[in-house]
């Protein structure tokens, strides 16, 4: 085999996608049915912020772009929109491992809760920036508090997963 196929197989912008793949499966099949308070769980959203809470600003917005692209494709809105929100996402968390030097386990799972209500109120915001009207509602607040909640307690599970996934290998 070639170094250069071993070099792109073991990068971790291939393992994103592989492990983003797995996780979209979740957010598009069995987190679709589940709803708690009447609201879907946002697992791509997680990632992305997890990914900057861990690696920094830079990391988590080409993820969440990756992330958001890849969800792109099974969303009905304009493509490129989850993209740019889930990369906004990713450099929200991303700003965390500035404020704070040495974080703990909870410092990072309450860092991801705050960049995941973020995200969750941009994405009706940029939707209707581009003229899917209606999205704005005082129900985003609602929405986000719930998503922050449940990715505060899913990021001490999703967060060994992304220092996983997004380390970086020296193979070559």
């Given at each position: ?22 996780l979209m499966g979740f957010q598009t099949t069995l987190l679709n049915d589940m709803r708690p308070f009447g609201v879907m769980a946002q697992v791509m959203v997680l990632f992305a912020a997890c990914a900057g809470v861990i690696y920094g600003a830079e ?114």
């Amino acid at each position: 085999m070639s170094i250069r196929f071993i070099r792109f197989i073991s990068s971790r912008w291939t393992r994103l996608v592989l492990v983003a793949s797995v996780l979209m499966g979740f957010q598009t099949t069995l987190l679709n049915d589940m709803r708690p308070f009447g609201v879907m769980a946002q697992v791509m959203v997680l990632f992305a912020a997890c990914a900057g809470v861990i690696y920094g600003a830079e990391i988590g917005v080409v993820a969440g772009l990756i992330i958001g692209l890849m969800y792109d494709c099974v969303l009905t809105t304009p493509l490129g929109l989850a993209s740019l929100v889930l990369g906004a996402t990713g450099f929200i968390a991303g700003a965390f491992p500035y404020f704070v030097r040495e974080s703990s386990w909870w410092n990072k799972a309450i860092a991801v809760a705050v960049a995941s209500a973020v995200g969750e109120i941009l994405f009706p915001v940029a939707q209707a920036l581009v003229g899917l009207g209606g999205w704005v509602q005082w129900r985003i607040f609602v929405v986000a508090a719930v998503v922050a909640l449940i990715n505060m307690v899913l990021a001490p599970l999703l967060l060994p997963i992304v220092r996983w996934t997004l380390k970086e290998t020296l193979i070559g």
